[in-house]
């Protein structure tokens, strides 16, 4: 069973940068992807960016170019550094980490919110 916690998330202001932090503990964290989603007010969740086990990054059109994941394995931590934030990313955002082998295993965060004001 692996647990995720998020943190970092808080209130910015347009513009400004937030550092998202995912940290895993009770799995072998480097055999996972792992990817940061969101949610916010009244919409479905949605994804953000992944990253494979070979720091491969996969991004959202309307986050390209501002966000960027990362992973610390020897941390068991993920990152995501968002720059130039908007209004509309806010959002609570949710760690995920799944790993598809001889079976699927799928764990999620609480979530950590961010708001940005305008």
């Known amino acids: 069973q692996v647990q995720l916690v998020e943190s970092g998330g808080g209130l910015v202001q347009a513009g400004g940068s937030l550092r998202l932090s995912c940290t895993a503990s009770?799995?072998?964290?480097?055999?996972?992807?792992m990817g940061w989603y969101r949610q916010a007010p009244g919409k479905q969740r949605e994804l953000v960016a992944t990253?494979?086990?070979?720091?491969?990054?996969n991004y959202a059109e309307s986050v390209k170019g501002r966000f960027t994941i990362s992973r610390d394995n020897a941390k068991n931590t993920m990152y995501l550094q968002m720059n130039s934030l908007e209004p509309e990313d806010a959002a609570v955002y949710y760690c995920?980490?799944?790993?598809?082998?001889?079976?699927?295993?799928?764990?999620w965060g609480e979530g950590t919110s961010v708001t940005v004001s305008s």
């Open positions: 990253i494979t086990t070979n720091g491969g990054t």
């Open positions: 995920n980490a799944r790993y598809s082998g001889a079976w699927t295993l799928n764990y």
């Open positions: 009770g799995g072998r964290f480097s055999i996972y992807v």
